[in-house]
Every structure is written in C-alpha cells, then in structure tokens.
C-alpha cells in the first residue's frame, strides 16, 4: 500500500512535466497543420499551461519578472501575441497570492484603503453604464492596483529582492536613456527592442518618438529622456518612485551610485514636475527629520551643490527659469483644462464619463482633447467623485505613514517618506500618468508597496508578555525563593 502511494504522490507531483513533454510536441504539430490562427491559439495554450506550472511550482518568478518589466519594458509586449509583459506578470502575481498561503495575517492601513478603492471603483464602472472597453480598462487597472496587496504578502527577504531588481532594471532603463540623450538623438537604438514592440512607429513617415522642449519662441528644440517608457513625464515619475526604493533596499556604495544615476537621468527628462518632486523630498527631511544641527548643514550643502550641479546642465537651467513664461505652453493648457472641468464633469460627477474613454487609450487624442493633467481629478473623471475621494484617502492615508517616517532616526526611511509626499503634492497635481496609464499606476503601486515596507522596518517590534509559569514551578505560599538548603541536593 505504501508503494501506491509513493507512486501516486510521484505522479502528482511529476503531471505538469508529463503534459508539457507530451502535449508540447501536439500542439506544434496543430500549429503547423492550421496557419495562422492555429498558431495563435496553440500560443494562448502553451502560454496558459506554462502559467499554471510556474503559479503552481515557482510562484516568485511572477514577482521577479514583474520587477524586471516595469523597470526594463514598462510598455513591452510579448513576441508574437499582443499582451503586455507587464500585465501577464501582475495578474500572475495577484493570482499566485490567492492560491499560496501568507504567513502575513495583518493588514496596514494602506491595504485597506487600496481594497476600498477598487470596491468604490467596480461600483462606478456599473453605474457610468457597462461596456466592453469599460470591463477591459477597470480590470487593467484594478489588476496593477491589487498588487499592492499580492506584494505585501512576501516575506520582507522576497519584497527587498523584489525592489532591488526593479531598481536595477530602472537604472538599467535610465543610462539607456541617457545614451539616447547624448549619441542617439534619432533614438534608433529603439530598434533592439523591435520584438517587444518598441520602434516600429519609427517606419512611418515623418513619425518621432522623441520628446522636445523649444525655446527662443520655437527656434530651439532639447531632446527629453524618455528611455523605454517613450514619455518623459512617465518615465521621470517612474524613477523618482525608483529612487525611493533604491534608498530603503540597497547600503552603501551600491545606493549612492544608483541613486547618482537615477538623479541625473530625472534632470535630463526636463519634467518640471519630477524634479520639483525630488526637491520637495529634500526639503520636506530637511524640515521635519529629528537630525543634528551638523547633519543638517550637511544636507543643505548638498542640496546646494546639487541644485548648481542642475544648473550648470543649460537644458535643465533654461526649463526652469521659462516655467511660466510666455513660452510654456504647457503651464496655460493645464490652466484651461481646470478651467474647463467643471462643464465637462457636468451631469456626470457621480459615475464619471466611463472607464473605457478613447482619449486614455490614444496619446494623440488626449492631448488634442486636452483633459485635465492632475491625477486625483482625472480619476474624478473617469470614475466619478466617490472614486476621486477614494483614491485621495490612499494619499492622505500614505502621506500619514509618510510623516511618521520623516520623524523616524532612519535617514533612508525619512527620505522615503519625503518623496512619496512630493509625489502626492506635486507629481500627481502635475501630471496624470498614474490615472491614465497601467503602467505607471502599476509602479504608483510599489510605492505604496515599499512604503509600508518601510514603516516595518522603523516600526518597533509588538510587546509580547512573558509566558506563565507552571504552577509547580511557583515556590510555596509565603516564601519568595526557595531556602538555600534546597538548592543542594
């Protein structure tokens, strides 16, 4: 009997291998014998049966690819079927949270206002009116949103690893850019990446996928670092939360060369809004960490000398200095899109205009559409108030925990805190790329991800009682300690 059994739990165990072994070998041979879409769905079959071993067996390569897409290819797709990497890798992370078992019971106060969101969202996508592209764009984002919760439940060894190969792959992604910045200006180094998808609007004619900023009333044009996220306000966002998490996973040289990076390639996409974000950082510790007096001459020092630094760059230095001026374009159709939203939200403020709108999915029509560029109103917009309010309690419940990192001894974890707030009050009133874009809401979400992180680490252990003594272990009534004569035996 036990020999059965020994068989039985080596078949179990060994059934995914046996259908891969054979199955793989049959559906080659379908796809060679019905074109193209026997191709396609031999595809999505090989593609689920790899999904369901790999969820079964080695769970934590969804987590590790998914660090490495967001980092490398935010907006890559797999060779040959339309799927983005990133999207396959979050759902299998969420999925493999619900089928593994974490030893993590507790919830943070972040975890439960995220849940509360994509519960208020659901709401809003059947009250604006079910529609198909509604259905498709909710589950994209409620998919990277609930991340939040599949991430935290690692173990605080696998969650570090996890940011250490997002940060590499977004530093990675940065000197990519900066190579594209100085010697490729053409950006045909995009063609190395043809099979995810990158570099093929380059075919068309007269097409750029570069960003450019003008000055001298449009006689001057700066090219702007995109790298593999093409838009440099996205990828601006994306490595500033990149350098967040550098500086509570990695120590010493490690950080700091890093962190050089990842700030000079911010300086290079020429995003007001990312930089101002950065500073805010700065300043925020600067004022509310509980440093010494020296410590704190240190760090105005080096903000100084990186603020030259930004300065002697004339691209950086002249995109400051035009902020508002006549020839920033952008800062007066930010204007008129705020000016402009109450009429358009007119009728519609308790459901929104609907989650499946072209203009979130067409670069070309949001910007003629101009929309409003602040995140917590185009949330507003697409999900209607309720929703808006949900999302600014995520804020308002992370920016607590962020004030109380600011507080802590922990340089890194203060630094953390204060950027997340410069996220909260500059980038996401700035700018929409968290809203509108599952990407960068994907990485918005390891923000809050690595901010609970972070509030672990300076949080102080719970007290725990000691436990009871046996009541035979209790010395007699009316003697504290036993008499010495019974102490030899």
Known sequence: MSVVRAYGDLLREHSVHAV????????????????????????????LVVGVYVGMRHPLWFYWGLAFALGALPFGYFPGVHVPV????????????????????????????VLVLVLVAAVSVVGGGLSLAGIVEFTKWA???LAVIALLRLPR??????????TYAATAN???????????????????????????????????????????QGQIRYMRLGGTWIDPNAGGLCMVIALAICLVVFEGWRRYCLAGILLFAILLTLSRAD???????????LVFHTMRARDRQMAIGTLLILAAVAMIVPTVRIRIFSSFGSDDTGAGARAEALREFPNIMSGHWLFGLGWGRPEMKDGALAFTLNYVSNTPLLTVYR????????????MVVGCVVSYRLLRSPTYPAAMYGGLFIGVCFVALQLDHPVASL?????TFSLLLVFLVYSYQSIEPPPKVAPPLRRATDLPPAGRLAPHPQETHS
């Open 383 to 394: 999900g209607g108030i309720f929703t808006g309010l949900a999302f600014v309690a995520v």
């Open 86 to 113: 990133y999207l396959a890798f979050a759902f299998g992370a969420v999925l493999a949270a619900v089928v593994h078992p974490s030893a993590r019971a507790h919830w943070s106060g972040v975890e439960v206002a």
């Open 157 to 166: 060894k696998n969650l570090k690893t996890f940011g250490r190969i997002f």
């Open 20 to 47: 891969l072994i054979v199955g793989c070998p049959l559906l080659v041979w379908f796809a060679m014998d019905h074109g193209r879409i026997g191709t396609m769905g031999v595809l999505g079959v090989l593609a």
């Open 143 to 145: 998919t990277v949103t």
């Open 174 to 216: 940065a000197l990519f850019g900066i190579f594209m910045v100085v010697a490729d200006r053409q950006q045909k180094s995009l063609s190395l990446f043809r099979i995810f998808g990158y570099g093929r609007d380059q075919d068309k004619p007269g097409q750029e996928l570069g960003r450019f900023v003008f000055a001298d």
């Open 438 to 442: 599952p990407q960068i809401a994907m």
């Open 275 to 285: 930089i101002f974000t950065v500073v805010a950082g700065f300043l925020l510790v």
